[in-house]
């Protein structure tokens, strides 16, 4: 999941633009928290299975938050 978000930040896609600017800009912090706990947890599995896992999930969970911050909506027509 980490690699194809990388993937998807590196698009030049317009209709993510103004999600990529959340994710760069003011979610920036959340989005490096979640990275690191994701890359930190895939680490931690090799050493400590229980403390990886317990990583994992908390990088899931910022994942969530992330989503529902980042999501741009579309206006709906006659809603300016």
Known sequence: ????ESVYLSSDDPR????????LGPLRWLHLMRFTAGLMGI?????????G?????I?????RIIFF??????????NA
């Open 53 to 57: 896992f317990t990583m994992i999930i």
């Open 1 to 4: 999941k980490l690699a194809w």
């Open 69 to 78: 911050r980042a999501a741009a909506a579309w206006k709906m027509p006659g």
């Open 16 to 23: 993510d633009k103004r999600t990529h600017r959340l994710l």
């Open 43 to 51: 680490g931690l599995m090799l050493v400590a299975p229980a403390s």
């Open 59 to 63: 990088g899931e969970f910022l994942e």
